[in-house]
């Protein structure tokens, strides 16, 4: 692992090529036009649990984005910590009720539909419930996630 400072005004982002959350980090950064340094993270080998990695990260997710000794360890907390860092060009509506809308789906993404392609919780379901049945049981969480989304954002455009 790389040291933890990023380069003197340049931002650093822990990340995984395959990860959803890192995928929202990187295209809010690139959005915003913003340089920065790329940390790859492998968590299918383990990278997550390098002592360098867990001083930042005490969760073990990716990503996190180091701006000289703050670190971000969540992907929608960076999004908005980008929004107000750098305010242009904005990812956000100016519109309030799109705004919110724009919260309400980040939130159920984060609460209702990622935590179910974390690969820690389908092993967990795998060994608690049974083998295999973690497919249809994220399945049915993840439609019904993206069904609400679907509705919310239909009815306001």
Avoid at 4 to 17: D, H, N, P, Q
Avoid at 24 to 38: C, P, T
Avoid at 94 to 99: A, G, S, V
Wanted: glycine share 6%; aromatic share 10%; charged share 20%.
């Amino acid at each position: 692992m790389a040291e933890a400072e990023a380069t003197v005004g340049r931002l650093m982002l822990y990340s995984y090529w395959r990860s959803s959350c890192s995928h929202r980090a990187r295209i809010a950064l690139n959005l915003k036009g913003v340089d920065y340094e790329y940390k790859a993270v492998n968590l299918l080998k383990g990278e997550q649990s390098d002592p360098e990695f867990v001083k930042l990260n005490p969760m073990k997710f990716v990503p996190a984005l180091v701006d000289g000794s703050s670190v971000i360890g969540d992907s929608y907390a960076i999004t908005l910590y980008l929004e107000d860092k750098y305010p242009e060009p904005p990812l956000l509506p100016q519109d309030l009720q799109k705004k919110a809308l724009n919260h309400q789906i980040a939130s159920i993404v984060a609460s209702g539909i990622q935590p179910l392609h974390n690969l820690t919780v389908l092993r967990f379901i795998d060994q608690k419930v049974g083998a295999g049945e973690s497919v249809l049981w994220t399945q049915q969480q993840i439609e019904r996630g993206f069904t609400g989304w679907f509705t919310d954002i239909t009815a306001l455009y």
